[in-house]
């Protein structure tokens, strides 16, 4: 049976300030080294060998990868970076503090806008401050499909795409596989893998830091999952 480990990244500065961060590339706090450190010590103890990483284009997720491998003395494994794992995209909503927010719209508007599978944010156009059309790391995008705004459902849509042609392979070969990424990209994933329904896919959560190991079967059904903390 392969191995698939996901790990949500550690705390990042901007989720200690209570802020939407979405595809803004903020770094780890103090706290959130710590957690990806712990990361690796876990998954040492684990004892599990893997054979491929992946992560997202942001700083934040990278980090966490790279103290967790470290922590487990298996830094040298191939690594590949896609901003098909960049955490859901939080629109006009990014950077705003998410209490300040709430008093602004109301607490159930900002409770549908996080929460809701399918209810887009507001969204940021091209030409906005901010736009990740404006970023290097998305230059060789087709302009098109760069967001202006995301929810889970649009999340899920440009995630499975990577796990079908880059992840499944991989471990239909057999090769154990750590994914360090976002709360919502690995929410999507752990939707399409667990088959978790609309509704219910709203009341999973990923810890900061704790990584989730799966054991999948030759067809990638999930024979087991455990959280190492």
């Known amino acids: 049976m392969a191995k698939l480990v996901f790990i949500r990244h ?3 500065e901007w989720n200690l300030s209570n802020q939407f961060t979405g595809w803004v590339d903020v770094d780890l706090s103090e706290e ?5 450190q712990n990361a690796g010590k876990l998954l040492k103890e684990s004892g599990i060998q893997f054979d491929q990483a992946y992560t997202s284009v942001l700083t934040r997720a990278i980090k966490t990868l790279h103290y967790a491998l470290e922590g487990c003395d298996q830094l040298w494994i191939p690594e590949t970076k ?19 927010t ?8 900002v409770h549908i806008w996080r929460r809701s599978y399918d209810t887009l944010p507001p969204l940021l156009k091209a030409t906005d401050e901010g736009s990740a059309a404006k ?3 998305y230059a060789n995008l087709d302009p098109r499909i760069i967001p202006g705004g995301e929810n889970l459902k649009v999340t ?11 992840i499944a392979p991989k471990l239909l070969d057999g090769k154990n596989v750590i994914i360090a990424a976002h709360g919502n990209s690995l929410r999507a994933l752990t939707k399409y893998i667990e088959n978790i329904s609309d509704a219910d896919i709203m009341d ?15 067809k990638l059904n999930v024979v087991s999952k455990k959280k190492l903390n």
């Open 10 to 12: 550690g705390q990042s």
């Open 32 to 36: 959130g080294v710590k957690q990806a």
């Open 135 to 137: 970023d290097r790391r």
């Open 156 to 166: 899920l849509e440009r995630v499975i795409p990577f796990w079908e042609d880059e």
């Open 82 to 100: 896609t901003w098909r794992l960049n955490e859901r995209h939080y629109g006009a909503l990014q950077g705003l503090n998410k209490a300040e």
């Open 204 to 218: 999973v959560e990923m810890t900061t830091g704790e990584p989730v190991v799966y054991d999948l079967d030759d």
């Open 102 to 109: 709430a008093e602004k719209y109301g607490d159930e508007q």
